[in-house]
């Protein structure tokens, strides 16, 4: 049973800096994608940051990052986190990480955590 578990969420003012962490547990299949997305209430959820489990460790973020957030990985131990910089109020969310596992050509399978508040007020 693969779990994944975030930690990190909190409340911050806007500017300020917040990083997210997410560590999994269970067996993992490779290749796989983690990832961070989140979502408000009342829209649908949106990819934050992605990062491949091969050695290149390929990223893709959201247009609305413009560069304020950096996703890395620790392959071995299939964690990841996502450091936020120059946060702003419309970053408030609950962020979520996520594990696509790639297991064929034709199954793939998410695993979901369960989410970490973020809010950014003054």
């Known amino acids: 049973q693969v779990q994944l578990v975030e930690s990190g969420g909190g409340l911050v003012q806007p500017g300020e800096s917040l990083t997210l962490s997410c560590v999994t547990s269970?067996?993992?299949?490779?290749?796989?994608?983690m990832a961070w997305y989140r979502q408000v209430p009342g829209k649908s959820r949106e990819l934050v940051a992605s990062i491949s489990s091969d050695d290149v460790q390929r990223t893709r973020y959201g247009k609305f990052v413009k560069g304020r957030f950096t996703v890395n990985r620790d392959v071995g131990k299939n964690a990841i986190d996502l450091q936020m910089n120059w946060l702003r109020p419309e970053d408030t969310a609950t962020y979520y990480c996520n594990l696509h596992e790639i297991r064929s050509a034709t199954n793939e399978f998410d695993y979901w955590g369960q989410g970490t508040q973020v809010t950014v007020s003054v």
């Open positions: 269970g067996t993992i299949t490779n290749p796989n994608i």
